[in-house]
């Protein structure tokens, strides 16, 4: 695991390149605190970056960026690909060989051999530059579940690359604000992808390539992931139990291979419970938990977490968080985000603790709400299709009610399948934002509504709310908040429930097996009936939640109505003083007014 950035651009001098990618590298030397190299081919005028966090084969055999023997092809790798030893093997049998034990080289060895067509063969998490000298193409390619990040600025024949927006601004080559991030923020609670904070900078798709011609200066991005439709031919339940225990073994098994300190998070619910108790399975090395407890007793899951604790081998790290440690830590969380977002606060956490405790990788349970219905919005889809029967016009009305969560019915004007995904998710109505950023309403409904990146979803069954959750929630909040909050502090998180053959064998089941409308993920839990304890999946949903309302209630800050600027600003702050509103709301205006 690791950060990458890169420049292609017959704009500047080899030497000019190296000091802005050596400067990029330099501001991602927190996710990759091990070692650092950098390549440079002046003739095809490329320069490619690294920062290197040792998890597999750590001598220095796996420095990057690296090459083949002949030096046919070069790249600079951040992630890992756990089935490298098969594919490794494979390639062994036709008569290639290798000179490291690292899955860097066999990505290399790969693409030399199968072409683009390796992309496709990898399963891991990863976000990689290669360059291929022959052909001077340089590739951009990212992984088919968006589990790590990749940025890219494509202007006037230059190309830059990097893990991180912000340090893309570094170089000086990107420096102009996307003056349309706060209207997605302050609806969203994130900025969505492709789009980010800087204008023309974006997100690489997952499952994709960008190719880049480096001799043209021009480039295509195109899928490697697939798009044929899954046929759902698992209709029986215990079959579905069956292959779920079977392929969910299996992804744990693989990710937890690691020549580095790995350990798991382990919060008392039910997925990290489940994650923690399958690696415990795994003899070949003792398990090590990170668990995080509260003082405020509504959130403290000491009692649950103790439950599967007690089931564990290993050690076990447990960190009591505070309001004053919350307080003391809280400019540096804000400071290490990449990009505004209202998630992430509880990573930070733990992630630090990790990092503190000797460990390099974890395990964590990110990915079963979203493939076996663990939020509310699962239920809740169908009434949006009795909603959507009735006049959109009347929903303008909505506008004007008092209450939050009936004030955001006002989505449903639009006919738009964002709308719908606001009115479950959203913060903050159209007409709301207009007024926090001064500026006119229907540019508001321009920037959220004008275009549609989203496929139609067909009905509003429990199918449509994963993929909202998935491809909305996960993937850009979720899943970005975890990589950055974690790289942060040196650490990899590997997520066993996305892993690509588990993902493709959950989208085979059945959906009249795979949801339940009486239990959320029901089908996970009965899976594991004689392995998870029912202590842990018979009781109210939580998450891995921190005391936020009430911490950012006492927040000297974030609290100060006085502080903010507008007259809806600080009446969401007096809203949420007197419990009235989720501290989401006041924790994305406190950041919007931090970038005035």
């Known amino acids: 695991m690791c950060r990458i950035a890169g420049i292609i651009s017959a ?16 501001t991602l030397a927190h996710g990759g605190p091990d070692d650092e190299g950098l390549f440079s081919d002046a003739e095809n005028h490329i320069t490619l970056g690294h920062r290197r966090l040792s998890v597999i084969d750590l001598s220095r055999n796996g420095h990057q960026p690296m090459s083949d023997n002949r030096k046919r092809a070069w790249i600079s790798f951040n992630g890992e690909i756990y089935n490298y030893a098969e594919l490794k093997r494979e390639l062994a049998g036709a008569g290639l060989t290798f000179h490291s034990d690292t899955d860097t080289e066999v990505i290399i060895t790969g693409y030399l051999h199968w072409g683009t067509g390796v992309f496709s063969r990898l399963r891991g998490m990863f976000a990689f530059a290669l360059y291929d000298v022959e052909k001077s193409l340089t590739f951009l390619v990212r992984d088919s579940a968006g589990i790590k990040p ?56 997952k499952g994709h390539f960008l190719v880049w011609d480096n001799r043209a200066g021009s480039f295509r991005i195109q ?26 073994q299996i992804a744990v098994q693989r990710q937890l291979m690691a020549d580095a300190p790995i350990g798991v998070f382990l919060s008392g619910g039910i997925d ?32 649950y977490q103790n439950i599967v604790l007690n089931e564990l081998e290993g050690e076990k790290f447990a960190h009591l968080v505070r309001q004053e440690d919350f307080d003391r830590l809280f400019p540096a969380i804000v400071s290490s985000m990449d ?28 990915g079963a ?34 209450a939050d969560k009936y004030k955001k019915i006002s989505f449903l004007a639009h006919d738009h399948p964002l709308a719908d995904y606001l009115l479950l998710r959203g913060l903050f109505t159209p007409d709301d934002i207009a007024e926090i950023l001064d500026i006119d309403e229907d540019e508001v409904n321009r920037i959220l509504f004008g275009e549609n990146l989203i496929p139609d979803l067909g009905p509003y069954n429990q199918q449509h709310a994963a993929w909202f ?45 795979r949801f ?23 009781r109210p949903k939580m998450g891995f939640t921190f005391p936020l309302q009430e911490w950012m209630g006492k927040h000297i800050e974030i609290s100060d109505e006085v502080l903010y600027r507008g007259r809806i600003a600080k009446d969401t702050v007096k809203k949420f003083k007197q419990g009235r509103l989720h501290w989401s709301k006041v924790f994305a205006l406190y950041q919007i007014q931090l970038h005035d």
């Not at 704009?11 to 330099?26: I, V």
């Not at 570094?170 to 996307?178: F, S, Y």
């Not at 490697?224 to 698992?234: H, M, P, S």
């Not at 399958?278 to 009692?303: M, P, V």
Request: proline share 4%; hydrophobic share 35%.
């Open 150 to 205: 990749l940025y890219y600025y494509a202007q006037d024949g230059t190309l830059i690359f990097s893990s991180e927006v912000k340090t893309l601004k570094i170089t000086g080559m990107v420096t102009e604000a996307d003056e349309t991030w706060p209207v997605r923020f302050l609806a969203l609670g994130h900025i969505p992808e492709p789009y980010t904070t800087l204008k023309n900078v974006f997100s690489i798709e």
């Open 11 to 26: 704009k500047y001098q080899a030497s000019e390149r190296e000091a802005k990618t050596g400067r990029m590298c330099a």
């Open 516 to 538: 339940s409308k009486k239990q959320p993920k029901k089908l996970l839990i009965e899976s594991f009936g004689g392995l998870l304890p029912e202590a842990v999946w018979n």
């Open 339 to 366: 990009m505004p977002t209202t998630d992430g606060i509880n990573t930070w956490f733990i992630s630090k603790y990790a990092h503190e405790d000797g460990l390099k990788a974890v395990l964590s349970g990110v």
């Open 369 to 402: 709400d979203e493939l076996f219905g663990g939020y509310p919005s699962f239920n809740r889809i169908s009434y949006l299709g009795y909603l959507r029967s009735m006049p959109s016009k009347l929903f303008k009305l909505a506008r004007y009610l008092n």
């Open 223 to 248: 899928s490697f992931a697939g798009e044929t439709a899954v046929k759902t031919d698992i209709t029986s339940l215990a079959s579905a139990r069956e292959h779920i225990r079977d392929a969910l």
């Open 469 to 513: 959750e998935t491809n909305i929630y996960m993937q850009n909040q979720l899943l970005r908040d975890t990589d950055v909050m974690s790289m942060h502090h040196g650490l990899e998180v590997r997520v066993p429930f996305l892993d690509e053959d588990f993902r493709q064998l959950v989208g085979r089941i059945d959906p009249a097996i």
């Open 272 to 303: 990290s419970s489940l994650i923690s108790l399958l690696a415990n399975k795994e003899k070949h090395q003792l398990l090590k938990t990170i668990s995080i407890y509260f003082n405020e007793r509504s959130y403290d899951e000491r009692s």
